[in-house]
C-alpha cells in the first residue's frame, strides 16, 4: 500500500486529512430505523490488512451514493465522519464507525481485491447447517439458484405483512437447500436472480440465518449481503463446473425432486441438549425450542386430521381440492389447493406432558398416513373408525423438536408446535431412516478437482431439504413406524 494511504486502524475521531483505501466488502439494504422515520444504510469497508470498519449513510446520502459505492469496488475515501462505537456494539462493529456525506470525498481505484474479500468468509457446508439451526449464528454459503418460487405475502407476528420468495440452491455435491429472501431483498437481489436465471447465477452470502422452518432451510437477515456472479475465481470454477454438469443440473431442475415434502436430514442431538418437560415452562421465555425424548399420543379422536390449503403458503383455504384459486394470505393467484395433515398430540416423557400440533409431514410421520387419505376418508368414510387408518401412540421413545409460539408480547400462554420427529438409532427425521454410517453421495465431474465438500453423504429427497440427487427415487407408500420410509406420494403442499 502507498504510504500516503492510512490503515483503518490509524483513524480515530478527530483526525484530518487522511485518506484511507478500501474495498467494500458488505453492502445491506437500507432501513428505516426503529424509533424514528431516518432511513439509513450500513456498508463495510476491508482495507489491504484485511481490517474492517461500518460505515453508515442516511437518508438522501444513501440514493446519492447508490452508484458510487458498488459492492466489490476499491475506493479511497477521506473527510468521512469518525466517530466511538457506542460500547454495547463494540463486540461486533470494532471500536469506531464512519458516516459517510456529501462532504466526504470518494475515489474509485482500478483494483482487484477480490482474494481479500473471501478471505471474511466462513463458508459452511449444506450438510452442516442443521448444527446451526435456530440459533443466532451468522452463516455463510456458496451456491449457485438453479429454481424460484413464487413470490408471496406472509403475516408477521406483529399483524405487518411482509414479502418473501423462496430460491433453491445446490452445490457441487448435488445437495439442495432452500434460502428464504425477504422485504427488500425480494425486490432487489430475487428480481436480478430470477431476470437471470438462465444462466444459473452463483450466490456468495454473508449473514444467513438456519432456521427449522419446514425443514432445515436459510434465510436473509436485516444485515445479510451477497455477491451474485461476483468476480471471484471460485465462482468462475463454480460455472466451469456447472458447464460439464449440464445435463445433471438440467436433470435435478426438471424433476423438481427438491419440492417435494419429506423430511430433512436431521442428527440426533447431544445428550445436553434435550430437556426434561417439566422445565419447559421455566424456560420458554427465553428459549422457544426444544429437543425432548418421549412418547406421543394421541388423546382426542373427533378432531380434524386435516386441511384444506394453499400450496404456496400452506394457510387455509375454502377452495375445493385440486381448484386453482388466488390466495388471500400469499397472494399468489395460481395456488392450488391441497390437503395437509394436521393432529394434536400429548407429548410424554418421565417427568411430565405438554400438548402440541403436528402440521404437514410430522403430522404424516406420526400417523403413518398421508392427507390424501386422511381427506378421502373423511369424505368417502366419515362413519368408519379413524383409529383403523391412524397410529394413535408410538410404541417406543422418539426424539422430538419443538417450538413454543407465544401468541402475543402480553400472552402468559404458551402454544406447542412438533417440527421434527426423530427414532432412537436414525439420524435423520421420521420417513427416511438411514444409520449414522452415511452413504457416498454420486460423483460428478470435476468434483474432486475443486476440493470442494469431500465428506460422504446419503441425500434425501426434501421439499425444505437439506440435500438431494437426482438418483434418488421418490419413496413409495409403506406403512410402518416413525424413522421408516413410508409414503410421499401425495400432493405438494
Known sequence: MNNQYQLIKDVHPGDVGWTVKVTIAEKSPARTAKKSPKKYQNIILMDSEGSTVQATLYDHNIIAFQDELIQGKTYLISNALVKLTNLEYRSQSGDTQWTISGKTRIQQVDENNSALLLTAYNFIDFEDLENHMDTNTDISIIGMVIDTRPKRMIQTRSGNQCQVQDIILVNKRLETIILTMWENFVDNECNYICENLAKKPVIIAKHLKVSSFNGVSLSTKANSSFFIDGPFDIVEHFKTWAKKNAETLNNIMSEKCYLHLTPSKISLPNKSKYTDIKNIQGLQKTQRFFWIKGKAFVKVLNQPFWYMSCDNCNKVSGANCGDIYQC?????????????????????????????????????????????????????????????????????????????????????????????????????????????????????????SQQMDSKDVTPPPAKRSLFQTPETPLPTKKKTEIGTNKDKDKKEV
Open 328 to 448: 388471500v394470505y400469499c397472494k399468489y393467484p395460481n395456488s392450488k389447493a391441497a390437503p395437509r395433515a394436521k393432529v394434536y398430540l400429548q407429548l410424554m416423557d418421565s417427568t411430565g406432558y405438554i400438548n402440541a400440533t403436528a402440521i404437514g409431514e410430522p403430522s404424516e410421520s406420526f400417523l403413518l398416513c398421508n392427507a390424501n387419505t386422511l381427506m378421502n376418508h373423511s369424505v368417502s368414510n366419515p362413519d368408519s373408525n379413524i383409529i383403523d387408518l391412524i397410529r394413535l401412540a408410538t410404541e417406543e421413545e422418539k426424539t422430538f423438536y419443538i417450538k413454543a409460539i407465544q401468541q402475543n408480547e402480553e400472552a402468559t400462554e404458551f402454544k406447542y408446535e412438533l417440527l421434527f420427529v426423530l427414532g432412537s438409532d436414525s439420524t435423520v427425521t421420521a420417513g427416511n431412516q438411514q444409520s449414522k454410517d452415511k452413504g457416498k453421495s454420486p460423483m460428478v465431474e470435476d468434483e474432486q
